[in-house]
């Protein structure tokens, strides 16, 4: 069993531990870093190379939409999956994050039904590609 290494990005401490101790109680997931800004997201992301990164929309420095976007244009990180996560009800903010990362092969549908099981192995159309 592959094991899906996360990043989890909040800048409430309290909620963000409790996502990272959710997440490492599966036993095929790992937390391999905690962000409090979108700041630190994005370099943690950089630095950690992880399969998934779990970002918050609102916090200080960069919001997780701008935070998204950077990780998702830079070639380094644009294979990361982002979970965006929110308890605002603004469709907008969906809106833009899909946006964001819009540029990839894989479409906006894909994204929002969860297509791939492992982010880290090619969509049949991507693996038929020369």
Same mark, same amino acid.
């Given at each position: 069993?592959?094991?899906?290494? %996360? #990043? %989890?990005?909040?800048?409430?401490?309290? %909620?963000?531990? *409790?996502?990272?101790?959710? $997440?490492?109680?599966?036993? +095929?997931?790992?937390?391999?870093?905690?962000?409090?800004?979108?700041? @630190?997201? #994005?370099?943690?992301?950089?630095? @950690?190379?992880?399969?998934?990164?779990?970002?918050? $929309? /609102?916090?200080?420095?960069? +919001?997780?939409?701008?935070?998204?976007?950077? $990780?998702? *244009?830079?070639? @380094?990180?644009?294979?990361?999956?982002?979970? $965006?996560?929110?308890?605002?009800?603004?469709? @907008?903010?969906?809106?833009?994050?899909?946006?964001?990362?819009?540029?990839?092969?894989?479409?906006?549908?894909?994204? %929002?039904?969860?297509? /791939?099981?492992?982010?880290?192995?090619? *969509? *049949?159309?991507?693996?038929? /590609?020369?």
């Amino acid at each position: 069993m592959n094991t899906l290494r %996360v #990043v %989890v990005a909040d800048d409430q401490l309290l %909620v963000r531990g *409790a996502f990272s101790a959710l $997440i490492d109680s599966a036993p +095929d997931l790992q937390v391999v870093g905690e962000a409090g800004t979108g700041s @630190e997201a #994005v370099e943690l992301t950089r630095r @950690e190379h992880p399969d998934v990164a779990l970002m918050d $929309i /609102r916090m200080p420095e960069l +919001d997780g939409l701008a935070a998204t976007r950077q $990780i998702a *244009a830079d070639p @380094e990180t644009a294979h990361v999956r982002v979970l $965006i996560l929110t308890t605002f009800d603004l469709d @907008e903010y969906v809106y833009t994050a899909l946006r964001a990362v819009q540029h990839r092969d894989r479409s906006c549908a894909d994204a %929002v039904r969860g297509d /791939r099981q492992d982010p880290r192995q090619p *969509a *049949a159309d991507e693996a038929a /590609r020369p």
